[in-house]
């Protein structure tokens, strides 16, 4: 059993950055492709950003540039960086394995809300 646990979101200003982690319980990352995922009000979860095992990495258009996705094998911890946010970012983060997620990963996120 792998527990994934996010940190880091909070109230940012539009343009304004934050740096979100995700602590695995166990290393998983040298052997799955390990993805950022959010999901905001009434909308469907989507994933914006992934890692593969050998490091590549993977954005959703709307956040291409803007995020990077990196990671800590030793520390068995995933990083979101997200700069220039904008108001359409606000949402709760999560990560997971994938493309796909697996069901029994899903932490309790962490909220990231972006407003003057």
């Known amino acids: 059993q792998v527990q994934l646990v996010e940190s880091g979101g909070g109230l940012v200003q539009p343009g304004g950055s934050l740096r979100l982690s995700c602590a695995a319980s166990?290393?998983?990352?040298?052997?799955?492709?390990m993805g950022w995922y959010r999901q905001a009000p009434g909308k469907q979860r989507e994933l914006v950003a992934a890692?593969?095992?050998?490091?590549?990495?993977n954005y959703a258009n709307s956040v291409k540039g803007r995020f990077a996705i990196s990671r800590d094998i030793a520390k068995a911890t995933v990083y979101l960086q997200m700069n220039s946010l904008k108001p359409e970012d606000t949402a709760v983060y999560y990560c997971?394995?994938?493309?796909?997620?697996?069901?029994?990963?899903w932490g309790q996120g962490t909220q990231v809300t972006v407003s003057s």
């Open positions: 997971n394995k994938g493309p796909p997620p697996k069901d029994n990963y």
């Open positions: 166990r290393s998983i990352f040298s052997i799955y492709t």
């Open positions: 890692i593969t095992s050998g490091g590549r990495t």
